[in-house]
């Protein structure tokens, strides 16, 4: 480590990845257990907790962290970096995230603020799913009998529909088993996402946000079996999508405000890959220039964004989907969503990922529809506006104007206020 960096973390203080140690004390091992189950971070041994550098034996406080890494499982293997500074020695540990839950004496830490704390049973379960170590939709959890026999029966009319295999009915239950949406005489968790009402299970399903500005305007929930909810979402959104038109080529065609294919594909990938051992639901936001799908639970841990490959969270209910044609095939997701808004050529998309929480965000690029005229209408919008007056200052004929209005509304670009001879525009 160069010393320059040494400083900069230094100044930066304590905090959740960085801790200072006079010495190593003798629940080191616990410090280091809980910064991997969280972000990772440093100590640095020889700092006072006021920030005073009073340095350390590097060596001895090396062969300290040696024996006390004996005690974490599975180990976790820090870097360790002695920085000489003036006339003192200083060990900096570099502590990675881990890969998986780490433990000391059968207790997961976690490092909170510039506290660590064990974790209670239901932070170890999302932390386990969050890190692929559970899977959470093989677990057995409610009885076969909750099942509705027409939620089975659309299941393998769907996967004849999608995929061309017939199974006849008597081998049902058989092909559940196989595929682990069933155990023994139980549904696993998977199985009651996908043929049951999940009504003990409320944070399952999904909800829209309709958004002004910042505050939110009007909130519609959707319950339901997973695939149910997913046609219920996207059908709601279809609706409220504007459509304009273009030139391509000679031609003028019709096109929604948001590629459709890729929302779809945004909201199907939100349910299949999300962690459900956290208690939140998929959200969309809805917003005028934009809209925002939310799950609970980041990429699953190895996946990069810029390449991803298809590790699933929850593989039962990924083949379930799978079966009856809502994913096309694994690991294509991201790549259709990218495809597809290029093809649609008006929207950029951006994905978010961080700790337990994962974002594709739509963003409209309405300024390429938008000529000189257009961009001097929402210059003068910026206070109401009748069409007579946007006629006088631009020269143009009151339908001309209004029909500019008309296609600026449809973009989500201008309001109308009022009715009657006081209607007036102005700018959103």
């Known amino acids: 480590m160069k010393l320059e960096e040494f400083l900069k973390l230094i100044a930066e203080g304590e905090s959740e990845r960085i801790e200072f140690k006079a010495r190593p004390t003798k629940d080191i091992h616990k410090e280091i257990c809980a910064l991997a189950n969280a972000h990772g971070g440093y100590i640095i041994i020889g700092i006072k907790k006021d920030g005073t550098p009073i340095g350390c034996d590097a060596k ?49 830490y976690i490092r909170i603020g510039n506290s660590i704390r ?170 005028s220039d934009k809209l925002v799908i939310k799950n609970p639970g980041g990429l699953m841990p190895g996946v990069d964004l810029n390449d991803p490959e298809h590790v699933p969270r929850n593989p039962v209910l990924s083949q379930l989907l799978y079966d009856s044609g809502y994913i096309e095939k694994y690991g294509y997701g991201i790549r259709m969503i990218r495809s597809e808004c290029k093809k649609h050529g008006l929207v950029e998309v951006e994905f ?34 009748s069409s007579t007056e946007l006629g006088s200052a631009l020269h143009l004929s009151k339908p001309a104007v209004v029909s500019r209005l008309e296609r600026l509304m449809n973009l989500g670009l201008v309001k109308k206020i009022g009715s009657g001879r006081n209607t007036r525009y102005v700018r959103i």
Not at 60 to 84: D, G
Not at 190 to 211: C, K, N, W
Not at 234 to 253: A, I, P, Q, S
Not at 362 to 382: A, C, G, N, V
């Open 60 to 108: 001895e406080a090396r062969e300290q962290i040696s024996q006390a890494l004996l005690s974490i499982i599975p180990p976790v293997r820090v870097k360790t970096h002695t920085v000489k500074l003036e006339d003192k020695e200083f060990l900096v540990i570099e502590v990675p995230k881990s890969k998986t839950l780490c433990t000391v004496g059968g207790v997961a």
């Open 352 to 385: 978010k990922n961080r700790a337990n929480a994962f974002e594709v965000i739509f963003r409209k690029r309405t300024e390429e529809l938008l000529d000189e005229k257009d961009k001097m209408i929402l210059e003068l919008l910026s206070e109401p506006r």
């Open 118 to 287: 064990p974790l209670s049973i239901q932070e170890i379960i999302m932390l386990s799913t969050e890190l692929g170590a559970l899977t959470w939709d093989e677990v057995p959890v409610e009885p076969l009998s909750k099942a509705k026999s027409e939620y089975i029966e659309w299941f393998f009319n769907a996967m004849e529909k999608a995929r061309g295999r017939k199974i006849p009915k008597e081998d049902w239950n058989r092909y559940l088993r196989s595929i682990k949406a069933v155990k023994g005489k139980k549904l696993t968790n998977a199985g009651v996402l996908f043929f049951t009402d999940v009504e003990d299970m409320p944070h399952a399903g999904g909800r829209i946000i309709y958004m002004e500005g910042d505050e939110p305007k009007a909130v519609k929930e959707f319950h339901g079996p997973v695939w149910k909810v997913i046609d219920e979402m996207f059908n709601e959104l279809e609706r409220g999508f504007k459509w304009f038109e273009v030139t391509v080529g000679v031609k003028r065609v019709r096109i929604p405000e948001y590629p459709l294919r890729a929302v779809r594909e945004a909201i199907i990938n939100a349910f299949a890959h999300r962690n459900y051992a956290i208690s939140s639901d998929v959200r969309v936001f809805v917003y």
